[in-house]
């Protein structure tokens, strides 16, 4: 055999061996040999590929020693979007969940289903794409549809398969997975972060993102990262029945998979399942703040449904927050952009569930007055969801006298201008246009990653902006110059060019993420997108009715009122035209082949199991073409959407004479002219 070949198939039993070796260590927390041993394999491996590079291999274990700097983090689009999931807090909530999809399912309320329960890791989460068993991309989850490109990061870590094991594997597949920070090394994590005088991470679940996004692979080489893998999103060539068979799967693979989960008949499975992980909660070696419960049976959760963002046949069940005493120092009050004031609790520092906590939110007046809460109390807080502090309950027991009431000022404590309350509302509001503090939160939310993503313009640097006099609106954002970036305190050459570039790459954002970026109240991301579909430009939106408005489902009184009168607003109409000669918005894309929207303001039912379609692209190409879902059938229905095992869905369409229409002549429709 040539020497070449030779090195060559040394190379391929070196990486096969590392690769198992991983394996072993990193998922099954089983090692066959010694960490010297391992070393030695190692190091023989890398010094073979630094005399020949070109043999090595695209799934080489070395690469996962940090590659090359990022300049920035690239979008990439999920191919099947990464759901969120509906909450249950309580027995009953999950009860009502399990009624629902029986109802969705059409099942006797006397049938148990079949479900899924595993931990509800508290870390990031990550789409990871495998084509032929080869990793080629790992995304954030991002806004669902798109996340952030940290392949070179998650190449790094060791319980993430660069190719999958086995021999059997998808053409192409998405998985879905949770990476995460244990408790142990975060704690360590942090004490190096101090000991180099570096500000401390809050928690691991912000440990864990702020390693995987860092700029240099190397860096996140070094951070003890783990990867849990539960879940799928696009496959394509390989048939999954259930969600229990997918993590045995999984773990066949090559990935972590959790080890506790457990396949349960109805709720009162669930239940026992929930109880045993409570009891064992504070010694697991890694954050949960519940258990996801997912219909076993991956076509009854396709036959459940989806509504806006979440899949009906899945629900996190979450744990009560965690809770601990404090007291309350002082009682500061901030400025929302919408001018709302909100008075916020400075306590003294307590851990709760992993974080310390400072401050907690008291929401509003009538909060503060119905819960009695004063300056000086002893207080039982928590983190509702395991996130944001808020005070639960004052305890009067412990009082001393000395507790001072509090009342939100009557004028704005930022800009000194009057503040009002409308009869219907909770909200305190300063009123005045040119305040400072409303002025900063509008800039942080117009920057913000899911708006026109402006890298790099975080809060200290508009604190600077606006408090410097260079932006006191919109537009003036869009005018900076290299001067007024260098006067700022910590810029330099570098950072003031990074800065700039990062303005001018946000001037032709996509036109729904440009009218979230607006801050119009009650309008969200996923409203955004739907104003942006149906309008299609800003001209159109802002010269719109609020009966158009309201042509939209997701859109109903409140949120059309609140459009008409931001646009009719002459403040707002004057910085709007003046921003829109800085920035371009996108209009959407239209489905390649569609002539139009064929199923404007038409309602359809889905129901049964269509031959090719899943639910989720039934739904697509039904929104896409200006139509809506709905989950029952009624004589306002346009027409009920067929597919085998159609139970009283179809039935009652029937007995109505709403019209009923196979897969086939659904998509036929679609082809056809606009109806």
């Given at each position: 055999m040539p020497?070449?070949?030779?090195?060559?198939?040394?190379?391929q039993?070196?990486t096969?061996?590392i690769?198992h070796?991983?394996?072993r260590?990193y998922?099954?927390d089983?090692?066959?040999?010694?960490?010297?041993?391992?070393?030695?394999?190692?190091?023989?491996?890398q010094?073979?590929e630094?005399q020949f590079?070109?043999?090595r291999?695209s799934?080489?274990?070395?690469?996962?020693?940090?590659g090359?700097?990022?300049?920035?983090?690239t979008?990439?689009?999920?191919?099947?979007p990464?759901l969120?999931?509906?909450?249950?807090l309580?027995?009953?909530?999950f009860?009502e969940?399990?009624?629902r999809?029986h109802?969705f399912l059409e099942?006797?309320?006397?049938e148990?289903?079949e479900y899924?329960?595993?931990?509800k890791?508290d870390g990031l989460?990550l789409?990871l794409t495998y084509?032929?068993g080869?990793?080629i991309s790992a995304?954030?989850?991002g806004?669902?549809e798109?996340?952030e490109?940290v392949?070179q990061?998650?190449?790094?870590?060791?319980s993430?398969?660069l190719?999958?094991r086995g021999?059997?594997?998808?053409?192409l597949?998405e998985?879905r997975?949770?990476?995460?920070l244990p408790?142990?090394d975060f704690?360590?994590?942090?004490?190096q972060?101090i000991g180099?005088g570096?500000?401390?991470?809050?928690n691991p679940r912000?440990?864990?993102?702020?390693s995987?996004?860092q700029?240099?692979p190397s860096?996140?080489?070094?951070r003890?990262l783990?990867?849990f893998?539960?879940?799928?999103g696009?496959?394509?060539?390989?048939?999954?029945?259930?969600?229990s068979?997918?993590?045995e799967k999984?773990s066949?693979?090559?990935?972590?998979v959790?080890e506790w989960r457990r396949?349960?008949q109805?709720?009162?499975?669930?239940f026992?399942?929930y109880?045993?992980?409570?009891?064992?909660r504070?010694?697991?070696p890694?954050?949960?703040?519940?258990?996801?419960?997912?219909l076993?049976r991956l076509?009854?959760?396709d036959?459940?449904?989806y509504i806006?963002?979440?899949?009906?046949?899945?629900?996190?069940?979450?744990?009560p927050p965690r809770?601990?005493t404090?007291?309350?120092?002082?009682?500061i009050?901030?400025?929302g952009?919408?001018?709302?004031?909100?008075?916020?609790?400075q306590v003294t520092p307590?851990r709760?569930?992993?974080?310390?906590?400072?401050?907690?939110?008291?929401?509003n007046q009538d909060?503060?007055?119905r819960k009695?809460?004063r300056?000086?109390?002893?207080?039982?807080?928590q983190?509702?969801?395991d996130?944001?502090?808020?005070?639960?309950k004052?305890?009067t027991?412990?009082?001393?006298?000395?507790?001072k009431?509090?009342?939100?000022?009557?004028?704005c404590?930022v800009?000194?201008?009057?503040?009002e309350?409308?009869?219907d509302?909770?909200a305190v509001?300063c009123?005045?246009?040119s305040?400072?503090a409303?002025l900063?939160?509008?800039?942080?939310?117009?920057?913000?990653?899911?708006?026109?993503n402006?890298?790099?313009?975080g809060?200290?640097?508009?604190?600077q902006?606006?408090d410097a006099?260079?932006?006191n609106?919109?537009s003036d954002?869009f005018n900076?110059?290299n001067?007024?970036?260098l006067a700022?305190?910590g810029?330099a050459?570098?950072s003031?060019?990074k800065?700039?570039?990062?303005?001018?790459?946000?001037?032709k954002?996509?036109l729904?993420?440009f009218i979230?970026a607006?801050?119009i109240?009650?309008?969200?991301?996923?409203t955004?997108?739907?104003?942006a579909?149906?309008?299609?430009s800003?001209e159109s939106?802002m010269?719109?009715s609020e009966?158009?408005y309201?042509?939209?489902?997701?859109?109903?009184?409140?949120?059309?009122?609140?459009?008409?009168q931001?646009?009719a607003?002459r403040?707002n109409?004057?910085?709007?035209?003046?921003l829109?000669?800085?920035i371009h918005p996108q209009s959407?894309?239209?489905?390649?082949g569609a002539?139009?929207l064929?199923?404007?303001?038409r309602t359809v039912v889905?129901?049964g199991?269509?031959?090719s379609?899943?639910r989720?692209?039934?739904t697509r190409?039904?929104?896409e073409?200006g139509?809506k879902t709905?989950s029952s059938v009624?004589?306002k229905?346009s027409?009920?959407?067929a597919?085998d095992?159609?139970g009283s869905?179809l039935?009652?369409?029937?007995d109505?004479?709403?019209?009923?229409?196979s897969?086939?002549q659904?998509?036929?429709l679609?082809?056809s002219s606009p109806?």
């Amino acid at each position: 055999m040539p020497q070449s070949e030779k090195i060559a198939q040394r190379i391929q039993e070196l990486t096969a061996l590392i690769h198992h070796h991983d394996f072993r260590y990193y998922v099954l927390d089983d090692p066959e040999i010694s960490d010297s041993a391992y070393d030695a394999l190692f190091r023989e491996l890398q010094a073979l590929e630094k005399q020949f590079p070109d043999l090595r291999l695209s799934d080489s274990p070395t690469l996962r020693v940090g590659g090359s700097v990022l300049g920035q983090f690239t979008k990439v689009s999920h191919r099947v979007p990464m759901l969120s999931l509906a909450n249950a807090l309580s027995e009953a909530e999950f009860q009502e969940f399990d009624q629902r999809v029986h109802r969705f399912l059409e099942r006797s309320d006397t049938e148990s289903l079949e479900y899924h329960a595993e931990l509800k890791f508290d870390g990031l989460s990550l789409n990871l794409t495998y084509e032929n068993g080869s990793l080629i991309s790992a995304a954030t989850r991002g806004d669902g549809e798109s996340g952030e490109d940290v392949t070179q990061n998650v190449r790094t870590i060791r319980s993430v398969p660069l190719k999958l094991r086995g021999k059997v594997v998808p053409r192409l597949i998405e998985i879905r997975g949770e990476v995460i920070l244990p408790i142990e090394d975060f704690e360590k994590l942090n004490r190096q972060q101090i000991g180099a005088g570096l500000k401390p991470f809050a928690n691991p679940r912000n440990a864990a993102a702020g390693s995987l996004r860092q700029l240099d692979p190397s860096i996140t080489a070094t951070r003890p990262l783990a990867l849990f893998a539960y879940g799928l999103g696009f496959v394509s060539d390989f048939e999954i029945k259930k969600m229990s068979d997918f993590q045995e799967k999984l773990s066949y693979w090559g990935f972590r998979v959790g080890e506790w989960r457990r396949v349960c008949q109805g709720p009162d499975d669930v239940f026992k399942f929930y109880h045993e992980i409570q009891e064992i909660r504070s010694r697991l070696p890694f954050e949960i703040d519940g258990i996801v419960v997912k219909l076993n049976r991956l076509r009854e959760v396709d036959q459940a449904g989806y509504i806006a963002r979440s899949p009906r046949g899945m629900i996190a069940f979450k744990y009560p927050p965690r809770q601990e005493t404090t007291t309350i120092e002082d009682i500061i009050v901030q400025v929302g952009r919408t001018g709302v004031l909100t008075p916020v609790a400075q306590v003294t520092p307590v851990r709760i569930g992993g974080a310390t906590v400072r401050r907690a939110t008291l929401h509003n007046q009538d909060e503060i007055d119905r819960k009695d809460i004063r300056i000086g109390d002893r207080v039982l807080i928590q983190r509702a969801g395991d996130v944001i502090p808020e005070v639960v309950k004052v305890i009067t027991a412990v009082r001393t006298g000395k507790e001072k009431k509090f009342h939100l000022p009557k004028v704005c404590p930022v800009c000194g201008a009057a503040v009002e309350r409308k009869e219907d509302e909770a909200a305190v509001r300063c009123v005045s246009r040119s305040c400072g503090a409303q002025l900063k939160e509008r800039i942080r939310h117009l920057a913000s990653l899911d708006a026109l993503n402006i890298e790099g313009l975080g809060d200290r640097i508009v604190e600077q902006l606006v408090d410097a006099g260079l932006v006191n609106n919109y537009s003036d954002l869009f005018n900076l110059k290299n001067e007024h970036v260098l006067a700022l305190d910590g810029f330099a050459e570098k950072s003031t060019q990074k800065l700039l570039e990062a303005i001018e790459r946000a001037k032709k954002p996509e036109l729904n993420r440009f009218i979230y970026a607006l801050g119009i109240r009650h309008v969200g991301e996923k409203t955004a997108k739907s104003l942006a579909k149906q309008f299609g430009s800003m001209e159109s939106l802002m010269n719109a009715s609020e009966q158009d408005y309201e042509k939209i489902h997701e859109v109903g009184t409140e949120i059309s009122k609140s459009l008409v009168q931001y646009f009719a607003d002459r403040q707002n109409q004057t910085e709007l035209l003046e921003l829109l000669r800085w920035i371009h918005p996108q209009s959407p894309k239209r489905p390649e082949g569609a002539a139009g929207l064929k199923l404007l303001g038409r309602t359809v039912v889905l129901t049964g199991t269509l031959p090719s379609l899943s639910r989720t692209e039934a739904t697509r190409l039904i929104e896409e073409n200006g139509g809506k879902t709905a989950s029952s059938v009624s004589k306002k229905t346009s027409f009920v959407l067929a597919g085998d095992d159609a139970g009283s869905k179809l039935q009652k369409a029937k007995d109505l004479g709403v019209q009923v229409l196979s897969e086939d002549q659904f998509l036929e429709l679609l082809k056809s002219s606009p109806v």
